[in-house]
């Protein structure tokens, strides 16, 4: 595993145009996940998913190959969109990361069959109602830990966030999600 880090670090450093493309194909559906789960708006999360591969390509070089590629990928694209909401002024910081749009989910990359689509998708649109209602940092790390599998230091790696912090923000998150999911079975 140590030696795909460094092959991607030196592989950024020269440009090489085909490790890019095979990151933009290995990550596009968890970054834009991601960043629409930030903004809640497709343009927007299209946008600065663009913004952040070219961002990739510019400053590749600062990639170290300590940590795994995807926690340095989300934390580029988190402070694009930290830019971009500060560009906007947003009164508060529940302000920076909620929109009117509702989030909408990428494709599915499985062949799950018509039941199982149709009530993951109920589930799934009774979640993201509940994280709707639960607090930008705490839909963030909630976001980060279960649907992109980031382990609680590579969270505090993304948003800057001390550890203590970073599980404090998570255990916040279910517990005001929860009350939220009453009656709902996986």
Do not use: C
Not at 54 to 75: A, C, M, N, P
Not at 90 to 97: E, Q, V
Not at 127 to 150: C, K, P, S, T, W
Request: proline share 4%.
């Amino acid at each position: 595993m140590v030696d795909e880090k460094s092959e991607i670090a030196h592989g950024l450093r020269r440009r090489d145009p085909d490790l890019l493309d095979r990151l933009i194909e290995q990550y596009q559906h968890r970054l834009l996940r991601y960043l629409l789960s930030l903004t809640r708006n497709r343009a927007t999360a299209e946008d600065l998913f663009q913004e952040t591969w070219i961002r990739v390509l510019e400053r590749g070089h600062q990639y170290d190959g300590k940590h795994e590629f995807s926690t340095w990928l989300f934390s580029v694209s988190r402070h694009l969109v930290i830019d971009f909401f500060r560009r906007k002024q947003p009164a508060s910081l529940n302000g920076l990361l909620e929109d009117e749009d509702k989030p909408m989910d990428p494709p599915a990359s499985g062949q799950p069959s018509a039941f199982d689509l149709v009530a993951h998708r109920e589930l799934s649109e009774r979640i993201a109602v509940g994280l709707d209602h639960v607090a930008a940092e705490y839909r963030e790390a909630l976001v980060l830990r279960f649907q992109e599998g980031l382990s609680l230091e590579e969270i505090s790696v993304v948003t800057g966030a001390p550890l203590g912090t970073v599980k404090s923000r998570v255990y916040r998150g279910l517990s005001a999600l929860q009350p939220l999911l009453k009656g709902i079975r996986a």
